[in-house]
């Protein structure tokens, strides 16, 4: 799996903190944007993350590449509506000799569950290549394909959305391929407003669990943001 943090909204922190602070300023948010202390950018910051006024957070947006995971990754990820999504199409690419597949550690720990999985794979992919070379369009052949198929995708969130995100996919209850995926995301995005992502993840780092009987049974360390 490979993460990237393609591009994000310049100066985060102070582009969320100059939309909040234009509420009740008598000035615009240019002059905002240029002329806001650093200590006024983390206390408009704190009074937003502190009140749960998260509109602000929308103002600020995030584009990744993810290389290496699987479709039921993916078929995950989508759910986010408040998202933007662009992924490797089945239908106009068309695979050439091995197919790449994400095979879950699980599965490659077991010798016999190994070579099971490698043996599906393998018939999967010599029946999709026959297919094409029979001139079965690629959107047909892709019939076959599994959810192992590996893909590519951008994602966009904005950071409202982006900590919604982390909150469901950074817990240990979430499936381990896109816990994975979200840990790197987190990675990249908080040196870039480490404020606003500071307590960011499972809501045990910044609260209770949702969970209840269902809980995992080993929270993350807590981050209390009142000490930031």
């Known amino acids: 799996m490979q993460v990237e943090l ?3 909204t310049p100066d985060p922190e102070r582009a969320i903190a100059t939309a909040a ?6 000035v615009g948010a ?3 944007m240029e002329t806001m ?8 910051l704190s009074t937003i993350m502190g009140s749960g006024h998260f509109s602000t957070l929308e103002h600020a947006s995030y584009a990744f590449a993810v290389d290496g995971v699987s479709r039921a990754l993916t078929h995950q990820l989508v759910r986010h509506r408040i998202a933007s999504f662009n992924q490797q199409s089945q239908r106009y690419v068309k695979f050439k000799g091995d197919i790449p597949m994400v095979k879950p550690a699980s599965v490659a720990a077991d010798p016999e569950c190994n070579r099971l999985f490698d043996e599906a794979a393998a018939a999967v992919a010599e029946a999709y290549r026959a297919l094409v ?3 079965i369009p690629a959107e047909d052949a892709r019939y076959l394909l599994p959810n192992a198929c590996e893909t590519k995708i951008v994602i966009t969130m904005n950071v409202r959305e982006l900590l919604h995100f982390f909150e469901l996919r950074c817990c240990n209850r979430a499936q381990w391929e896109i816990r994975e995926m979200a840990w790197k995301m987190l990675e990249l995005a908080r040196p870039t407003a480490p404020y606003i992502f500071a307590d960011a993840g499972a809501p045990c780092i910044h609260g209770v669990c949702p969970e209840g009987k269902m809980t995992c049974g080993n929270p993350y360390p807590r981050v209390d943001r009142s000490q930031l």
């Open 30 to 32: 240019s002059e905002l």
């Open 37 to 44: 202390p650093p200590e006024r950018v983390k206390s408009v």
């Open 21 to 26: 602070r234009l509420c009740y300023a008598p």
């Open 133 to 135: 070379a029979a001139g």
């Open 6 to 8: 393609l591009y994000h």
